[in-house]
Every structure is written in C-alpha cells, then in structure tokens.
C-alpha cells in the first residue's frame, strides 16, 4: 500500500466492544487496524494547507488551520476548549449559524478511565469516537445537558472533584489509576446537584463501557516523533491509542499533524 495526501485526525469507533481506526488521507481512507503488526513508512513532503481556506501554510495551528483562520472560525475560539464560557446568546459568536448548530444539541457529560478518572463532554452522536480518541479503557455517561453551555457549567462544577486532563504518557504506557465510574458517578452527583437542576439537565442511568485497543505492545519509555524534526518516520506499528500510533520507534500524535501532507507505505 502507498498512498499521498493530506491528512486528517483518524476517523474512530466502537466495534465488538473494540477501537477501530481510519486514517483520511487525500481523498482515501487507511484501516489501521489491518497495518498493527506491521512496518510502516511516513513520510512528510513538506507542505500544509490550511484545512479551511486551503492557503499554504508554515505551521498547522488548531488542528490543522492556518494563523488568520484560526482567527475567524468559531471551531478555534477559546469557548470550543472551554465550553462554559459559550457567548453565543450575547451575539458574539463568530459564526452564528455554526454555533447554533454546533452548541445547541444534545452533549453528553461522561467519566472515562484515561490515564486516571476524568470528567468530559462530548456531543451526544459522538460519545464513542470521543472516547477512543481519548484512549479511555472504561467510560459512563452520567449526565444529559441540553447544550454545551450548561455541559460547560456543569464540567466546571466537577472539575473540583475530579481531573478533567489525562497524563497522556500513563495513557499511552497503560498505566492507569483505575477506579469503579459508578461509584464515582454517585459521589459526584450529591455534589453537583444544584447545578444539575440550574441546568435543567437529565440525569442518566446508563452502564460503564469499556474499551480494548489494537495494540501488541505497550511502550515503557514515551518519545514523541516529530515530522517537523524527522520528515520520514518508520518503524513497526506496535499498536494504536487515542490519537497515536505506537510505533517500535516512538509515538506519533495524528491529531497534532492534521492537514500535513504525507506519503504512507506500509
Ligand atoms: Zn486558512
């Protein structure tokens, strides 16, 4: 197999209980599942377009955009990493009709065993490819808001019993503090209540999931490989995790690399 294009982050999802990962490139799609076990070649030809305007650029900036897009597109404002601070109802947003399409829909606030017991939020149709991408081994979703402003206030109310980052080494190791998410739910949920009813939202009664991954071997020491510093990265893909590839030669963020464009052999 050899194939060119652009890349984006891997497309994922749940089947059997098992992640499954596809690899957009160009205008094809890479199972990565099927290339586990096997050696892999990457190389970066030294050209990013912008995944917006498709203008040159030198740098990929949040998730593959270039500077001035990153600047007008409501999908880099800083209410997409902090959802609580959503400003579309004081007529702000940058793309009114994006926003309502993006901020008004059912999201889902979850606990996920990552690296240790984390708090998130995801849009409702896309709970499990969320938490793939996360590398979580174990999640529940505990709670239903109506949009990502009230998922946002009650993130932020958890945030002060629970983490809501991941070590992604430990992630990536499998090193994970593993506890009971129904248990934790339940503590939570006293804790939270006020904001639960401010927000109108559902509580929901739905079980753990959890989740294996494609991977032969887990790393014990975490080095990240760059295509900026090393443009052709190969190796044996030991496994996939999150958003990395596992390689016997080191780790390789996907997401990080989005709209680089590359030529895969495997
Ligand atoms: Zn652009």
Redesign the pocket.
């Known amino acids: 197999m050899q194939l060119s294009g652009h890349i984006k982050m891997m497309n994922t999802s749940l089947e059997g209980g098992s992640a499954k990962y596809s690899l957009p490139i160009g205008e094809s799609l890479i199972d990565m599942n099927a290339v586990v076990g096997k050696h892999i070649e990457l190389k970066y030809n030294d050209v990013i377009l ?6 040159r ?1 030198k740098k990929s900036w949040s998730g593959g ?2 500077f ?2 990153t600047q007008v597109l409501a999908r880099c404002d800083l209410c997409i990493m902090r959802p609580e601070t959503c400003h579309y109802s004081e007529g702000t947003c940058r793309e009114p009709q994006w926003g309502l399409n993006y901020c008004f829909q059912p999201t889902i606030i979850y606990l996920a065993n990552t690296s240790k017991p984390k708090v998130g939020i995801t849009n409702k149709k896309r709970v499990y490819s969320r938490w793939i991408e996360q590398g979580a081994i174990s999640a529940l979703p505990i709670i239903e808001a109506k949009s990502r402003l009230d998922s946002g206030k009650i993130e932020v109310a958890l945030k002060q019993f629970v983490a809501d980052k991941t070590n992604w080494r430990n992630m990536l190791k499998n090193e994970v503090e593993q506890s009971s998410l129904s248990s934790l739910k339940e503590t939570l949920l006293t804790e939270i209540a006020a904001t639960v009813k401010e927000t109108e939202a559902i509580v929901l009664s739905d079980d753990e999931v959890n989740i294996s991954y494609p991977v032969l071997k887990y790393p014990t020491k975490v080095v990240s490989l760059n295509f900026d510093k090393t443009p052709i990265i190969t190796g044996i893909l030991e496994g996939i995790k999150g958003q990395y590839l596992l390689l016997d030669s080191g780790v390789l963020n996907i997401r990080k690399f989005s709209s680089y464009h590359l030529t895969i052999s495997s």
């Open positions: 912008c995944a917006n305007c498709g203008v650029t955009y270039c001035p897009c």
